[in-house]
């Protein structure tokens, strides 16, 4: 199809048009995202990127609106046009702004070139919008597909975006599981170590995963430096090794994660927290005794194993006692709430209503139904400690309140018949310490709590083996 000029004038704004577009399509290849940091007025400039950024992406959004509005209200289409225009320059302020960030920092990667020739395509096809919506004739016609191919490359490059300063994974980490076997994302492989057990894989990597890889992975490489891998770590950047094995003082990587937050050197950069103090003293002593990639364990570290949740077991199926259980509940002035839909969750048991008139006759009452009773919420009633022995034989019990009883914990032992048994409260009791002392060989039992009981210790919870 021929275009046809209705004026010189507009004949000038295409052949120009064509120009800018040559011009940004060179801008890699004239200024190469080389991986070095040039002058710090660039950076200056450019760290006003993720600012302005926000602009372009507004207005683009905002035109399919104003040309579907138009339909309507014939006034909002000159709207749109006006609004489509001021796209393109917010479009051009935006990426100067980050090439500028880019090429100052010495920000390389196939993340940064992908959200760089994002924005030069994304800039193109605007500035095409702007000139085919104004066109004549036949070429108007285009229109609605170059605003739509707009719209896809709009996306896709502020995905590139969020990927740079997120990490690739941001959007899809969560994404339901339908939609992850839809696209082919249903399994997450797991990263290859040739050393798994190492100390480097099991507890080094992850350090440098969450706080390093954004901006020395694989869509961002800063100072030539990558540390997705063992062997690219050791190989060092553009300042050469970071990594000198057994001389932590001449290794540049420990050296910047010990500056002072507010150094101009100090990493991670980019306002991220700093590295606790046991993941430096990790990394000191890896590198102090040789940086290996196969050693399982270093001399003086010692790093717990992380706690394990077991699957909580699931209670027996009680819907025929249904019936059963709210009219003995009811009876009993307490609820026998379900934990959730799934039944086999259990059931908790509620006496907030009954307070003082619930005693250890009332509990007696409800034994029948003790399998399938996890929680128990007895505080501030008339229960004592004849009331263990009825406790030993709610078998799923995982948590026990007792807080504001008169029980003195005679009978505590009975407890230890409760493997699933987690959570204990004895606050405001009369518990001492000789009567708990059943209890530590209970090894799941995590939370005690006896605040204001003879057996208060120096904190107000007890964790227990």
């Not at 939609?179 to 249903?186: D, H, V």
Request: aromatic share 8%.
């Amino acid at each position: 199809m021929m275009i046809r000029f209705r004026s010189p004038g507009v004949k000038v704004i295409w052949a120009a048009s064509l120009l800018v577009s040559i011009g940004l399509l060179l801008l890699p290849f004239v200024f190469r995202l080389d991986g070095k940091p040039h002058a710090d007025w660039q950076q200056f400039l450019g760290r006003f990127h993720p600012l302005v950024v926000h602009l372009p992406v507004g207005l683009i959004l905002l035109v399919p609106v104003l040309e579907f509005a138009g339909r309507v209200r014939p006034a909002l289409l000159e709207a749109a046009m006006f609004v489509l225009s001021l796209s393109l320059l917010s479009c051009v302020l935006a990426l100067s702004l980050g090439y500028l960030l880019a090429y100052g920092s010495g920000d390389a990667g196939a993340g940064v070139s992908r959200h760089m020739w994002g924005g030069i395509a994304l800039t193109i096809a605007v500035l095409g919008c702007v000139l085919v919506r104004g066109a004549a004739g036949g070429v108007r016609g285009f229109y609605p597909y170059l605003l739509a191919s707009v719209m896809l490359l709009l996306a896709w490059t502020a995905h590139q975006g969020g990927s740079l300063t997120h990490g690739d994974k941001y959007l899809t980490e969560y994404l339901p599981r339908p939609l992850k076997r839809i696209g082919g994302m249903g399994t997450v492989q797991a990263k290859a170590f040739d050393f798994p057990d190492s100390f480097y894989a099991r507890h080094l990597y992850p350090i440098f995963d969450a706080n390093c890889l954004v901006c020395h992975g694989t869509q961002k490489v800063k100072g030539g430096l990558r540390m997705d891998t063992y062997d690219r770590l050791m190989r060092g950047g553009k300042e050469g090794a970071v990594i000198i094995p057994g001389k932590p003082e001449r290794s540049i990587l420990l050296e910047r994660i010990t500056l002072p937050a507010d150094h101009k050197k100090f990493m991670p950069s980019e306002g991220k927290p700093p590295l606790k103090a046991e993941e430096i003293a990790w990394i000191r002593a890896w590198i102090q005794q040789g940086a290996s990639e196969e050693v399982k364990s270093l001399a003086g570290i010692d790093v717990p194993e992380p706690f394990r949740e077991e699957p909580v077991p699931q209670v027996g199926d009680y819907r025929k006692l249904m019936g059963e259980i709210t009219q003995t509940a009811k009876s009993a002035g307490v609820t026998l709430v379900p934990v959730s839909k799934n039944l086999g969750d259990g059931l908790i048991l509620n006496t907030v209503n009954a307070g003082p008139k619930f005693g250890d006759a009332q509990l007696a009452g409800l034994v029948r139904f003790a399998p399938y009773i996890v929680e128990a919420e007895l505080g501030r009633t008339s229960v004592t400690d004849g009331s263990f022995a009825t406790l030993g034989k709610f078998g799923h019990l995982r948590a026990l309140h007792l807080e504001e009883t008169s029980v003195t914990g005679a009978g505590l032992a009975n407890l230890a018949q409760l493997p699933q048994l987690t959570y204990l409260n004895l606050s405001g009791t009369q518990v001492t310490q000789a009567s708990i002392a059943p209890l530590t060989s209970m090894k799941n039992l995590r939370h005690v709590y006896l605040y204001n009981t003879p057996a208060q210790p120096a904190s107000a919870e007890r964790q227990t083996p």
